[in-house]
């Protein structure tokens, strides 16, 4: 990495902890029972019975409460983990490619991405998610051995990054096997906590949250989340490509990403990242609730694998950059409103995005047809 990317990295970082900074967080919804794990956990109690959902980022928020003592140490990490992906999409993208235009492409998609930094501020977890899922990406590249332990942490944080085990498992045999063993364990330590507390492997809110109050003394079995018929395969569709439904990134990415592993037979991965892809799919097909976020995984990958057209064509990144504003507009309109005072302070990433590919034709582009 030269001096011109690590500035590049060190503005984008400052830039994004500034616009942090500039919104208001408002514990929302299921951001209370994350918290609440948090604190209980920093005072020495686990407690899945009194506080729903999966606990992955609030374990990882005990630190944070210890030094600040803060309401809100969910979302002070999450936004954390949030800046330190920031580098991580830029390595993801240049490793992959091993060109660091590429890197650029990544970093720019990473902040076309606004979903899971604007939830945050609710305390949704997506953020945190995101970084586990980049990582895995990353060590999965490099064929780091570090890489099953991300992967069983990050499942605890939100299990669809279960679906990226075929980014990394065939490098894991033999005697690296017991990595894999680790990280199972590690989910199977979670489980078994939750089920001596709860009396099910998964005390899960989306279940039956939205149909009146869930009562986690009594949370329903894991298998009402499953149902099985073809209207889950249409909203994964919809939550792919439809900016009412409050999607990760735009279509046009998706699209770009689908094509990319279709006809090019010799992007590297390939055969890794359709089968992580169609895991997440058919995992969220399955599911009776389904929303956009459970698609990251896919999304991330679909990314990755759109940048080669990125680079072939520059022109493409334009028609990109217009239409994120359609993705930016809804999930501002339905969450953002509550955390940043005005749509243009929201929009901040977005020119962050326009500034960078504009350093990408000036460096890559305009200077070669000079010389």
Known sequence: ?????????????????????????????????????????????????SFYGFQGLSILSVPIYWLIKSKISIIITSAILSLLSIPLAYLIGRDYYENKQAGLYSLILFL??????????????????????????????????????????????????????????????????????????????????????????????????????FDTGNPPPLSKSFVFGIKGFLRVGANLLLSFRKIMITPLIILLGAL????????????EIISAITLNVLLLSLMSFSFSKYLLPAVALFSLASINYLIKYKWLIVLVLIDSIFVFLPIYNYFGINFWSHIMIYLLPLVCSVLIYGYILKEYYFDTRSQ
């Open 1 to 49: 990495m030269d001096k011109k990317e690590l500035i590049i990295l060190g503005v984008v970082i400052f830039v994004m902890a500034i616009y942090f900074i500039l919104a208001t967080p408002v514990m929302m919804d299921d951001g209370f029972h994350y918290e609440g794990f948090t604190e209980s956990l920093a005072k020495g109690k686990i407690d899945f019975k």
């Open 260 to 271: 990319s592993l279709l006809l090019n037979k010799k992007i590297r991965l390939r055969f």
């Open 112 to 213: 076309l991405t606004p979903f899971p930094y604007t939830t945050m501020m609710r305390g949704f977890q997506e953020a945190a998610l995101l970084f586990f899922i980049l990582l895995i990406i990353y060590g999965s590249i490099n064929k780091k051995i570090w890489v099953p332990i991300m992967w069983g942490v990050g499942a605890i944080v939100k299990p669809f990054a279960l679906v990226l085990f075929p980014l990394f498992i065939k490098n894991f045999w033999n005697k690296k096997i017991i990595w894999v063993l680790i990280a199972m364990a590690i989910g199977g330590a979670y489980l078994a906590t939750n089920y001596y507390q709860t009396g099910v492997f998964i005390n899960n809110a989306a279940i039956g949250s939205y149909q009146g109050n």
